[in-house]
């Protein structure tokens, strides 16, 4: 048997995940202190004073297409794994929360970090 819930019963969420691409991006914060820094921001933002666990390392560095970095963050209720590759200016940021925040919030403090306007974004609400 299943349970039908009507249209005015609120809907309660397990996480949120957010996938953003932002383009046009300001590749001078593309190293790995600038995205160390970008990290300790958006883990503050979603989780305030919890711990933070942020790795930062190079990926493609053979392939001028796939050059840049990725960073996987944890926080104690967030996991964000991003990559930014220098080539085509542009951040991929896949942030999954069981910590409420506000998508929007996410959007406009990732691209003013990196400096665009320009983005895509996907929301996924788990229940």
Known sequence: MTEEKT???EKTFW???LSLDLYDCDIGKFNIEGINNFGKKIGEFLDPDAWNSI???EFGKDEE???GFRMVHETHACLITSHFVNKSKKA???IH???PYKPTEAIELCGDFFDTTKYACKKNMRD
């Open 15 to 17: 996480a949120l995940d």
């Open 97 to 99: 929360s069981c910590q």
């Open 7 to 9: 249209e005015t019963e």
């Open 65 to 67: 297409l796939l050059n």
């Open 55 to 57: 790795q930062v390392s």
């Open 92 to 94: 991929y940021i896949n």
